[in-house]
């Protein structure tokens, strides 16, 4: 079974969520719903960061990682704008 660590943006609410899934596709498709919680106010989502990990504690670990982590946050994303320009 595979794992992932995510980063979402929202254009809408100029936000960044991040998580950890089994299913990427099935998870931003709940986010883009209308349903109760932060990501419910917006339906915008979209993935800018994945990485895959072959153990949910790894994904949980990357998650945890990234979070506190503005410098971690400003490089991932940064390079990800670079990447789609």
Known sequence: M???TY???SKIKNKFYIGWTEN???RLRKY???H????GQASDWEIV???EFSHK???MKRES???PNTIIKYLIIKKYYTDTI
Do not use: D, R, V, W
């Open 36 to 39: 109760k919680g932060f990501t």
């Open 57 to 59: 504690e790894e994904a």
């Open 32 to 34: 883009n719903s209308n």
């Open 24 to 26: 990427p596709e099935e």
């Open 65 to 67: 990682e990234i979070i």
């Open 2 to 4: 595979k794992f992932f």
């Open 7 to 9: 980063i979402l943006f």
């Open 49 to 51: 960061y994945l990485q």
